[in-house]
């Protein structure tokens, strides 16, 4: 590859706030279409908007988890621009006093910062539906549904430091865990909740000017953004090849031709007519009001924490995926401490095999919770002291009441009591009964081992860890050399 690669995001996220963003109608747009609409959203004359408290808390969470630099002062200003599924023909979004500036997400597996340009409040328009085409232009006719029309809406805008399609999958992953851990929005990239616009250039290796950018649009799944980006990077590297210039332009993703097309060239923040929203008084947030705001530790924070602990990417995948899942894994961590047996490679294998099984078929009572049994039950299965296999079938009991683990288990026959002398008794019959064996292992031959632990391990019938087993019969053995 000739070229760097440099990618810029602009995401959007919706906040599941009660209410939307300038109105009393509800946020929630899975009902009837245009049921929960009002004289506000529907841009009706001599309505007026107000600002909903929720949204500005919402919004100050992930400034914070963003390490934003959140404004005391600023002020929402109309975008206009027509399209019908925007009923006052303008946007109510923020200009040149956004309420959070700056701003920076880590990217663990890169070992570097993304930082932010800002991040702002506006309101999002409704939903059009076409009928019999894909678009305006082509659909017989277009429905439209104004329920999403004024719902609160995050813009968060990157600076253009992002250097690969990786780098940008995590921002993007990581950004999107945020808001779900921060329980502000549903971040649905399939539903809209989350969605995402990337600008992309391609400049000579090393140079220091940055090439002529171009803005995909219509990106609603992690699979079609890494596409897309890989459909560009291809495209304009082979423009460049041939010394053809790169036209600054907006492009959407279609999924059918698995390629980039052109929509229109690209508008400038002056053709949008921005002028500060005469019917919304400036706002002023108070540091304290900001202070005041709690949140709790960041997915990348877990991240790098996870790192520290030797998990590996699908390990903290894994664990992040489910906050309700991380937040058991940190609790048992907490209660391990000082448990040489349990870590947290064996508590991630424990939630990823025995709990996930239980999880998925909905056996989990989350409130019942015993933490100290599942520690107990990790310990035991990593000192191979139980039956593990049988076991299992009791797991909802031992995960949920209150009980002496090792007690319960001896109740069931399920502990391993190893009687070192039938143990011994019925190696030495194994030896006797497989000189083979034994000449082969003697002879350097490691497999033979495996037999003879076989061997004794049926004899014993469960009664028996393996290592101790194996462990006898090496020594038996060794013993035979020095003789
Ligand atoms: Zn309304």
């Given at each position: 590859?000739k070229?760097?690669?440099v990618?810029?995001?602009?995401v959007?996220i919706?906040l599941s ?5 300038f109105?009393g109608?509800?946020?929630?747009f899975?009902?009837?279409p245009n049921?929960n ?7 009706l004359p001599?309505s007026l908007?107000v ?5 500005i808390?919402?919004f100050?969470k992930?400034?914070k988890a963003?390490?934003c630099?959140i ?6 200003d109309r975008?206009?621009?027509?399209y019908p599924d925007m ?12 309420l959070?500036?700056?701003?920076k997400l880590?990217l663990?597996n890169?070992?570097?910062y993304?930082?932010l340009k800002?991040?702002?409040l506006?309101?999002?328009?409704g939903?059009?539906?076409?009928i019999?085409g894909d ?5 017989k ?5 104004y ?5 609160p809406l995050v813009?968060i ?13 995590e921002f993007l992953e990581?950004?999107?865990l945020?808001?779900l851990?921060?329980?502000?929005s549903d971040?649905k990239?399939?539903e809209?909740s989350?969605?995402?616009?990337a ?6 290796k090393n140079s220091n000017?940055?090439g ?5 649009k ?7 953004l890494a596409?897309a ?11 460049l090849?041939k010394?053809?210039?790169?036209i ?5 993703w ?7 097309y052109?929509?229109?060239t690209k508008?400038e923040a002056?053709?949008y007519?921005?002028?500060p929203e005469?019917d ?6 108070s540091?304290?009001?900001i202070?005041?705001?709690?949140i ?5 924070q877990?991240?790098?924490k996870?790192i ?9 995948m894994?664990l ?7 937040n058991?894994f940190?609790?048992l ?9 349990v870590n947290?490679?064996s508590?991630?294998?424990f ?6 099984y239980?999880y998925?078929?909905?056996q989990?009572k ?7 049994n599942?520690i107990?039950y990790?310990?035991?299965v990593?000192n ?8 299992k ?8 009441k ?9 109740s069931?026959?399920?502990i391993?009591?190893?009687d ?7 190696i030495d019959?194994?030896?006797?009964r497989?000189p ?5 292992y003697?002879n350097?031959?490691?497999?033979a081992?495996?037999?003879l ?15 101790t087993?194996?462990e006898l ?8 050399i020095?003789n």
């Amino acid at each position: 590859m000739k070229y760097d690669i440099v990618i810029g995001l602009e995401v959007h996220i919706e906040l599941s706030t009660e209410k939307k963003l300038f109105c009393g109608c509800k946020n929630e747009f899975t009902h009837e279409p245009n049921k929960n609409v009002c004289p506000v959203c529907l841009g009706l004359p001599g309505s007026l908007p107000v600002i909903n408290e929720q949204a500005i808390e919402y919004f100050v969470k992930l400034a914070k988890a963003l390490e934003c630099e959140i404004s005391n002062f600023s002020k929402f200003d109309r975008k206009h621009y027509f399209y019908p599924d925007m009923p006052k023909n303008y946007q109510i979004s923020q200009y040149d006093l956004p309420l959070a500036k700056g701003g920076k997400l880590l990217l663990p597996n890169f070992n570097k910062y993304v930082f932010l340009k800002r991040i702002h409040l506006e309101e999002d328009t409704g939903k059009s539906i076409h009928i019999g085409g894909d678009n305006l232009k082509e659909a017989k006719y277009t429905l439209l549904n104004y329920n999403r029309a004024g719902v609160p809406l995050v813009e968060i805008v990157t600076e253009p430091v992002i250097y690969s399609v990786e780098e940008a999958i995590e921002f993007l992953e990581l950004l999107r865990l945020t808001a779900l851990y921060l329980g502000i929005s549903d971040v649905k990239m399939e539903e809209g909740s989350l969605r995402c616009d990337a600008n992309i250039s391609l400049k000579p290796k090393n140079s220091n000017q940055l090439g002529t950018k171009v803005e995909i649009k219509n990106i609603n799944s992690f699979k079609f953004l890494a596409k897309a980006l890989n459909y560009e990077i291809e495209r304009q590297s082979q423009l460049l090849d041939k010394g053809i210039e790169i036209i600054q332009e907006t492009r959407g993703w279609d999924e059918k031709t698995q390629s980039t097309y052109s929509m229109r060239t690209k508008e400038e923040a002056h053709d949008y007519r921005y002028f500060p929203e005469p019917d919304l008084l400036p706002l002023k947030i108070s540091q304290q009001y900001i202070q005041a705001i709690q949140i709790p530790l960041t997915p990348s924070q877990y991240y790098q924490k996870y790192i520290s602990l030797n998990l590996n990417e699908e390990e903290i995948m894994f664990l992040l995926e489910n906050q309700q899942i991380n937040n058991l894994f940190n609790n048992l961590l907490e209660y391990t401490k000082g448990n040489t047996n349990v870590n947290a490679k064996s508590i991630v294998k424990f939630l990823k095999t025995d709990f996930a099984y239980l999880y998925n078929n909905n056996q989990i009572k989350w409130e019942e919770i015993k933490i100290n049994n599942i520690i107990n039950y990790i310990s035991l299965v990593e000192n191979k002291s139980i039956d593990v296999l049988n076991t299992k079938k009791y797991l909802p009991e031992i995960l949920h009441k209150e009980m002496n683990l090792t007690e319960f288990l001896k109740s069931k026959n399920l502990i391993i009591e190893e009687d070192h002398n039938l143990i011994e008794k019925l190696i030495d019959e194994v030896i006797s009964r497989n000189p083979q064996a034994v000449e082969d292992y003697l002879n350097g031959k490691e497999k033979a081992l495996g037999f003879l632990v076989g061997q004794a391990m049926k004899e014993l019938k469960g009664k028996a860890k393996p290592n101790t087993v194996s462990e006898l019969i090496v020594n038996k053995l060794q013993a035979f050399i020095k003789n």
